[in-house]
Nanobody, 128 residues
Framework: QVQLVESGGGLVQPGGSLRLSCAASGRTFSYYAMGWFRQAPGKAREFVAVFRWNGDTYYENSVKGRFTVSRDNAMSTYYLQMNSLKPEDTAVYFC??????????????????????WGQGTRVTVSS
């Protein structure tokens, strides 16, 4: 059974940092990209960042320079390091896995339908 389990969320003050983890299990995720999405209260879920199989990374404009995605050497845990957090970063954060089909282009990784497996989310609250 495929599982993606996020952890690391919590309450942090503006300007603070958090590192989210996404533990992947139940299958081999070779040639999968791991994306991060978030859903703020009352808003639609949106793309945040993605770590592709070959190590390429893409970020949503509002998090560039503040967030960093990475992967452990075993390729089973993915991370979202979030620095200089702002109240507008408050959301439930989800990790999701996307099979990297050859016909995908960069934009494919920004949209939810490209992703095959999803975690349950972890809540991040940025508030003083």
């Amino acid at each position: 059974q495929v599982q993606l389990v996020e952890s690391g969320g919590g309450l942090v003050q503006p300007g603070g940092s958090l590192r989210l983890s996404c533990a992947a299990s139940g299958r081999t995720f070779s040639y999968y990209a791991m994306g991060w999405f978030r859903q703020a209260p009352g808003k639609a879920r949106e793309f945040v960042a993605v770590f592709r199989w070959n190590g390429d990374t893409y970020y949503e404009n509002s998090v560039k320079g503040r967030f960093t995605v990475s992967r452990d050497n075993a390729m089973s845990t993915y991370y979202l390091q979030m620095n200089s957090l702002k109240p507008e970063d408050t959301a439930v954060y989800f990790c999701a896995a996307a099979r990297e089909y050859t016909y995908y282009n960069t934009d494919s990784y920004f949209i939810e339908p490209s992703y095959n497996f999803w975690g349950q989310g972890t809540r991040v609250t940025v508030s003083s």
